[in-house]
């Protein structure tokens, strides 16, 4: 037995020590020095292209942002608007208060013109009762003398002042479009990726044109408006003419009824007068 296991030691070691076993080994292949310029040429084609295309990509976005030069001018537009919108809408509130106004003044002036005309009725029929009176007494007196004259005394028109307020412009304060630039270092590919995400959003720029339209649209309707205000002035004007009429009809029946109260008075005198001396008479 320990020949037997003798012999197969001495058959490991001789296996273990054979030179014919291959040794493996892994070894990097050496590039070929052929090959350098080759992958340098198509390296810088690449690029080339790359770089081509970039340009492009460029060019089209700078054309796209030759629109941005419209922002200033629809941004003064837009304030003008603003301002005028603004002056609109003072104007207006001014002449609603002032047909307010003239509304509760009419009303007053309707009121008290009904009060005047009843009470110049009243005095007409006084005086008509009064004149009948008068001419009773004389013709049981037998008088020849009876006259009586009734004059209208117009009076001048007296020129209403007015202060208007004057409606203040308020002047729109200005945005300012701050505008933050942010310099990064990338590889190429980042660079083409990050200005082609900001070519499809510079798209957005072409909403412009749309913007422009509806801008010329609300300075359209702006115009509307404004008309709109000049003729409600306008109206508010022929108002102040006819009420200016008015008041020189109502300052004609005052002076129409003093002077009824007036000859009211002296007829009333007079028929006492003339009771007294028929009654002396009688």
Do not use: F
């Not at 009303?107 to 006084?126: H, N, V, W």
């Not at 590919?189 to 509806?214: P, Q, V």
């Not at 002077?259 to 007294?276: H, P, T, W």
């Amino acid at each position: 037995m320990a020949a037997k296991h003798a012999s197969k030691r001495s058959m490991q070691i001789h296996s273990n020590s054979n030179p014919n076993t291959p040794i493996k080994e892994n070894r990097s292949k050496i590039p070929r020095v052929s090959d350098t310029p080759k992958k340098l040429e198509e390296e810088k084609t690449a690029q080339s292209v790359q770089m081509k295309d970039i340009y492009e990509l460029i060019s089209s976005m700078n054309e796209r942002l030759k629109k941005l030069d419209k922002l200033d001018m629809i941004e003064e537009r837009i304030k003008g608007m603003e301002s005028e919108l603004k002056e609109v809408k003072h104007s207006v509130e001014y002449a609603h208060g002032e047909i307010e106004d003239m509304k509760n003044a009419n009303s007053l002036k309707e009121k008290t013109e009904r009060e005047t005309m009843g009470r110049l009725e009243k005095l007409e029929a006084e005086n008509v009762a009064l004149q009948s009176s008068v001419s009773g007494v004389m013709a049981a007196k037998h008088a020849s003398k009876r006259s009586m004259q009734i004059h209208s005394n117009s009076n001048s028109n007296t020129p209403i002042k007015e202060n208007r307020s004057k409606i203040p412009r308020v002047s729109d304060t200005p945005k300012k479009l701050e505008e933050e630039k942010t310099a990064q270092s990338v590889q190429m590919e980042d660079i083409y990726e990050l200005i082609s995400s900001m070519n499809e959003r510079l798209k957005k720029l072409d909403k412009l044109d749309m913007i422009e339209e509806r801008i010329k649209g609300m300075e359209s309707e702006l115009k509307e408006v404004k008309h709109s205000v000049e003729y409600a002035h306008g109206e508010i004007e022929d108002m102040k003419n006819a009420n200016s009429l008015k008041e020189k009809t109502e300052r004609e029946t005052m002076g129409r009824l003093e002077k009824l109260e007036a000859e009211n008075v002296a007829l009333q005198s007079s028929v006492i007068d003339l009771k007294r001396d028929q009654c002396a008479i009688t």
